[in-house]
DNA sequence: TATTTGTATATTGTTTTAGTTATATAAAGG
DNA sequence: CCTTTATATAACTAAAACAATATACAAATA
């Protein structure tokens, strides 16, 4: 119907989040992120890949490591959407909630 | 290895996002959900049911109808993960930020 | 009370996701 | 160079997610 929620679906694990989590302590290398983890490192590898694409990690090359760090864009993403429905709640439930009162203070009688 | 993503995994589909978007307006009824999605209405009320395990919506009973609004509680842990998740960031990267221009500087010799 | 309306549950098939092991690759170090 | 280290990709398997159709059920209505 509309735009994609890869930011989302790049939450909706467990160990990804666990690995933001990790990466929120600071920059960390792929191993470094392996050995918390009781799972392979081709794993960590992909959920990596997948964060990465989703916009919250980024990853630069440091001779043969990759260093990762925490990407504020993917979190905007998220604050954005946050937001947005806040404000709508605010726009259409708390009047709502009047107006409810009042139907079932009605419906009392 | 932790807690999980329930409310995270609710958002990582697309047709429940909408399901939120056209709730966003205020509250509607099961058909009335339906209706702007080609799919089914049990595939609807299967995605509403995801949605109310993870407090994003509620459900009151209107007779045969089951009216569904918006709940900010689920909201609330996504407002609250991010700016966790925020804070962290200032905290460990916008300081890490200096240090890595730094090095970089460095290698650059 | 019989029927219709609104919604939920059951069953089933398909697709997607997540994990493992094995292997490839590229940079570092001897 | 040859080997080791750090990470990525491939192939495969198992489990979970999603959708459809059929059906059940409860409240409203005729």
Redo the contacts with the bound molecule.
């Keep these: 119907m509309q735009k994609s929620p890869e930011v989302f ?1 790049a939450l ?5 989040l666990g690995l933001l989590g990790a990466l929120a302590q600071g920059e960390k ?4 992120l ?1 050995a918390p983890f ?13 964060l990465e694409a989703a916009g919250l990690i980024t ?1 630069r ?1 440091d ?5 990762c760090r925490l990407a504020p864009e993917g979190l905007a993403q998220i604050e954005t959407w946050a937001s947005m429905m806040r404000r709508a709640y605010a726009a259409n439930y708390d009047r709502l909630d009047a107006v409810l009162a009042d139907i079932s203070k009605g419906e009392k009688e």
Excluded: F
């Design positions: 679906a909706a694990d467990p160990t990804r290398t792929v191993n470094e392996v009781d799972m392979s490192q081709p794993a960590i590898s992909r959920h990596l890949k997948i990853r090359v001779g043969t490591k990759r260093p």
